[in-house]
Structure formats: C-alpha cells, structure tokens
C-alpha cells in the first residue's frame, strides 16, 4: 500500500464519529463476563464484554479494560484474576457489577478457586488466571491472562448471556 493509501485512511478513521462507531461494533454480539479477584480480603469485580482465547500453549486468554477503571488496578496489583463467563440468566449480575460506587457483591453467592479468586455461582464457564502481560490500547489496557485452572466440562451445560445492539440477549434454538 502506497504511503498516501495510508495518510488517507489515517484521515478517514481520525473522521470517525465515535457513537456511530460504537453502535457498529455493537452489532456484534459478545459474551458478558465478570472479572473478579479478592484484594485485601474483600472481592472485587467488574463487568467485561471484551474476552477471548489467546493460545492454547500455554492456555492463554484476554480481556479488554478501560483504563478509568477503579476495580482493574486493584486487581492488577494482586497480579491473579478470575473470569466468570455469565449464562443466558445473569443479566442482572452483569449490571451490578457494571456500576461503580455501590455493593457489587450484594446478594452474590460465590466460592473461591485454589488460589482465592471469586467463582460466582451458577456461571456457565469460568477460569483462573494469573497476569500475563498487559498491553496500553487507547482508552483501553489488553489485559492478558494465563489459565491456571477451569471449571470442570460438565458444567458448561447452561446458554450464554449476550451482549447485541445495546441490550442482553440469550441464544434460541431454532425450534424455539
């Protein structure tokens, strides 16, 4: 690509407008996860659309975090994390703990992995992880994590909870 090709999609991507290109991207469906980890004995955790699998050796897997975040840095500093995928029925977890200021953990049962981390019950998938490496992305840290533990096959019996054009949604079976 000639160096002009570049300059002019350099131009083009700085005329975005950021809210029609929010709603682009929010017309790609994404799981809803919380990320969460104990830090000075008390859980802490944030909602995360932005999740998915690295590399499977080693087993690693990525999340993206905005970088005003309050939660992330006091999880950063214990350097382990657990990521709870949510199923088809925990949209109201999600929005706990999407909203700062408040009691995230109110009225959340949980269990913590081996290494202490928040397992939220009732998820449909979750992961142990240890802090990898971390990326600046923008208005965003790729935060990388690698697999220390997972939840067992059998309990990923239950839909995903999604995220699609600005509310939750679940999966349907055809024949629904």
Known sequence: MALAEMEDQDI??????????R????SY??????VAAV??????GFTCQSFF??????PLVSISVMRTSTSYPRI????????????????EISGQFARSGSDKWAG??????????????DTLMWLDCELWA?????????VIGRVLEHSPAERHTRDPLLFFQGRYRHIRAADE
């Open 53 to 58: 699998s690295v590399s499977l050796d080693p």
């Open 134 to 142: 971390e990326h600046e992305a923008g208005d965003h840290l790729i």
């Open 39 to 44: 830090v000075d004995s008390e859980p802490v």
């Open 12 to 21: 083009a991507a700085a005329e975005l407008d950021p809210r029609a290109f």
């Open 108 to 121: 959340v049962v949980w269990s913590p992995t081996r290494t202490g981390n928040p397992i939220i019950s």
């Open 23 to 26: 709603d682009a991207l929010g």
């Open 76 to 91: 950063r500093a214990g350097a382990r994390f657990a990521i709870n995928v949510l199923a088809h029925d925990q949209h």
């Open 29 to 34: 469906p994404s799981g809803v996860t919380v």
